[in-house]
């Protein structure tokens, strides 16, 4: 048994991302940040599509075309080849996401 909110290191020099579970084209990840954004005009362009629901924390995402602020609880679907970049995430407190990444369905 493991929990979520557990092992958080105090300092962050990077953003932590654990592969939770894996299997049949999906992987769920639990990522850290705490202050940490995307590096300068890169963007996410996945193969698959991403849900992602934000724990604790709070973070803002930057599509192409709007913005979208999180807070502890909200989630969001991510189609493949939506293009996207961290903005900006709590850097007072960790914002523990919590990713799954699937095949889009044919």
């Known amino acids: 048994m493991s929990n ?3 092992d958080i290191p105090g300092e962050l020099p990077a953003e932590l991302v654990e592969v939770l579970a894996r299997g049949n084209g999906v992987r769920i990840e639990r990522i850290v ?3 940490h954004v995307s590096p300068d005009g890169f963007w996410y362009n996945q ?3 991403e849900w992602v629901v934000l724990l604790t924390g709070a973070a803002r995402l930057r ?3 709007r913005e979208v602020e999180l807070g502890t609880g ?3 679907h991510i189609p ?3 293009r996207h970049r961290v903005e900006w995430t709590s850097p ?3 914002t523990v996401w919590l990713a ?3 095949r889009a369905e044919t």
């Open 33 to 35: 940040s705490r202050g």
């Open 47 to 49: 193969d698959d599509v």
């Open 4 to 6: 979520l909110y557990a």
């Open 63 to 65: 599509f192409e075309d």
């Open 92 to 94: 007072d407190e960790p």
């Open 74 to 76: 909200d989630y969001l």
């Open 100 to 102: 799954v990444h699937f």
């Open 80 to 82: 493949a080849h939506r």
